[in-house]
Every structure is written in C-alpha cells, then in structure tokens.
C-alpha cells in the first residue's frame, strides 16, 4: 500500500510558477511510476504527467509539454510537479498519482493508477 499527500498548490498569476510536491509513504516508492492528474470544474480527470520508476522516461500531455517538468527523489520518496509559464487554463485539482507500470507505452502510461492523493488546488488568475 502507498499512501500519497500532495502540497504545493495555491494562487497565482498568470505566466508565473508553482511546484507541487507528492510525499509517499507506506510500500517502497522507487519501484512504482508516478504521476500527476488534474481535474477542471465540469470536466473529466486527465493525466498531466508521468515520470517512470527509475525516473528516465516521462509523459506530458501537449498543452504542458514545455511548461512542466516531472521528477521524483526515490532516496526521499518525493515527487514535484514543476509549472512554469502557468495559463488561466490549468486552474485544477491537481492529484498525485502512483502504480505499477511495467514498460512506457501510451496504453500503460494512462492506465489506471492504483493510488491517488486527495489533491491540491492550482488556480491561475488571468
């Protein structure tokens, strides 16, 4: 079992940044993938970014690709999400997510996560 606390989110303006932060606990964190989701108001959950176990391999959807960086610290059990170039269009909740993914297929990549954290509001002001 891994238990998954987020951090890190808030209020900001649009163009600047925030890092949100995924504390795990419970089984071993190093040898299962990571991940972020978001939720806007009156839409569905999407996957936002992925890192894999060991950290080499990533995912971001399009609309972040360039403004987000996804890593983790396995040593600490730590996940961050980096945003940066923040848009009025991210204002979500944002949820750490983890699973076990046994290689780095889009179909493996988005699906299912077996834990979720309670998530973190994001909000960008325009």
């Known amino acids: 079992q891994v238990q998954l606390v987020e951090s890190g989110g808030g209020l900001v303006q649009a163009g600047g940044s925030l890092t949100l932060s995924c504390a795990a606990s419970?089984?071993?964190?190093?040898?299962?993938?990571t991940g972020w989701f978001r939720q806007a108001p009156g839409k569905e959950r999407e996957l936002v970014a992925a890192?894999?176990?060991?950290?080499?391999?990533?995912y971001y959807i399009e609309s972040v690709k360039g403004r987000f960086t996804i890593s983790r610290d396995n040593a600490k059990n730590m996940g961050y999400l980096q945003m940066n170039s923040l848009k009025p269009e991210d204002t979500a909740v944002y949820y750490c997510?983890?699973?076990?993914?046994?290689?780095?297929?889009?179909?493996?990549?988005?699906?299912?996560?077996?834990?979720w954290g309670q998530g973190t509001q994001v909000t960008v002001s325009s």
């Open positions: 997510v983890a699973g076990t993914k046994l290689d780095w297929t889009i179909e493996t990549i988005t699906s299912p996560y077996q834990f």
């Open positions: 419970g089984r071993s964190f190093s040898r299962i993938a």
């Open positions: 890192i894999s176990w060991a950290g080499t391999n990533t």
